[in-house]
């Protein structure tokens, strides 16, 4: 099986980074909206663990994924907490609803499953038309500095009472020229019912500091206001050069 098939076991993988994520949403939102309770939008939900922690908040949320799995799951997770959401099935590269958000936003690397750069133009011309004049975008993502290695290897192990699952994300391939790379994601998650294991190759773009700058630069519905790491420390504002790594972007339709 592929990781995105269980939603739920990969969403226990990343569930140690919800509450830092809202807090940093909500303080991004009041610093430059003026209120911590924006009308969201998320791109790409996974399993939904940032849309049921928005939507616990008594924020008005609305997500997306292109995986039945995953939009199955959040709503699943929501009528288990007795919490209201829109979630819907649809293209990261092609989106349209008929309101206007303030705030919408994309964490953990999905918008590196945009491949070409086509694709990527396409999803932040999508995600500016969802939201309102002045309205912000929050994009998380890696990026690579020019020195770094070609070959990598990750593993964390995250708990939840007798659930316990651990990731390894592997790269496999990596070609500067194209800008792409494949990377595995191995899953074990040890369960009451018994071991599940499964593993995911995804090709993902990859973007220097410069690289991303140019794509911005292409679309002009947005303006850069700060950037973050993965700290999600809304007052520590990072410059966007060759040392940053993970990298959050808080950007402000014009």
């Known amino acids: 099986m592929e990781c995105y098939d269980r939603p739920d076991l990969w969403d226990l993988a990343f569930s140690d980074e919800t509450v830092f994520e809202a807090d940093f949403l909500q303080a991004v939102a009041t610093k430059w909206l003026g209120t911590d309770r924006p009308t969201v939008?998320?791109?790409?939900?996974?399993?939904?663990?940032?849309?049921?922690?928005?939507?616990?908040?008594?924020?008005?949320?609305?997500?997306f994924d292109l995986n039945p799995s995953c939009v199955r799951q959040t709503q699943r997770q929501l009528r288990r907490r007795g919490l209201t959401a829109g979630v819907?099935?649809?293209?990261?590269?092609?989106?349209?609803?008929?309101?206007?958000?303030?705030?919408?936003?994309?964490?953990?690397?999905?918008?590196?499953?945009?491949?070409?750069?086509?694709?990527?133009?396409?999803?932040?011309?999508?995600?500016?038309?969802?939201?309102?004049?002045?309205?912000?975008?929050?994009?998380?993502?890696?990026?690579?500095?020019?020195?770094?290695?070609?070959?990598?290897?990750?593993?964390?192990?995250?708990?939840?009472?007798?659930?316990?699952?651990?990731?390894?994300?592997?790269?496999?391939?990596?070609?500067?020229?194209?800008?792409?790379?494949?990377?595995?994601?191995?899953?074990?998650?040890?369960?009451?019912?018994?071991?599940i294991r499964l593993r995911s190759d995804h090709v993902l773009r990859i973007y220097r500091a410069d690289q991303f700058r140019r794509l911005l630069a292409s679309v002009p519905e947005f303006e850069l206001l700060s950037v973050h790491d993965f700290c999600y420390e809304p007052d520590n504002c990072l410059p966007l050069n060759d040392q940053l790594g993970d990298a959050v972007f808080v950007l402000r339709r014009r």
């Open 88 to 195: 819907h099935t649809a293209d990261m590269t092609d989106f349209r609803f008929p309101q206007t958000f303030d705030l919408a936003h994309c964490l953990v690397n999905t918008f590196r499953h945009l491949t070409s750069e086509q694709a990527a133009r396409s999803h932040l011309q999508s995600a500016a038309a969802a939201l309102r004049r002045g309205g912000l975008y929050v994009l998380g993502f890696h990026l690579l500095p020019p020195d770094a290695a070609e070959d990598d290897c990750e593993r964390w192990t995250v708990r939840n009472g007798r659930r316990r699952v651990t990731v390894t994300v592997r790269v496999l391939d990596f070609n500067r020229r194209t800008r792409l790379e494949t990377v595995r994601f191995s899953l074990k998650a040890d369960l009451p019912t018994g071991i």
């Open 41 to 63: 939008l998320e791109t790409g939900c996974g399993g939904g663990r940032q849309t049921v922690e928005l939507a616990r908040r008594g924020l008005s949320v609305t997500a």
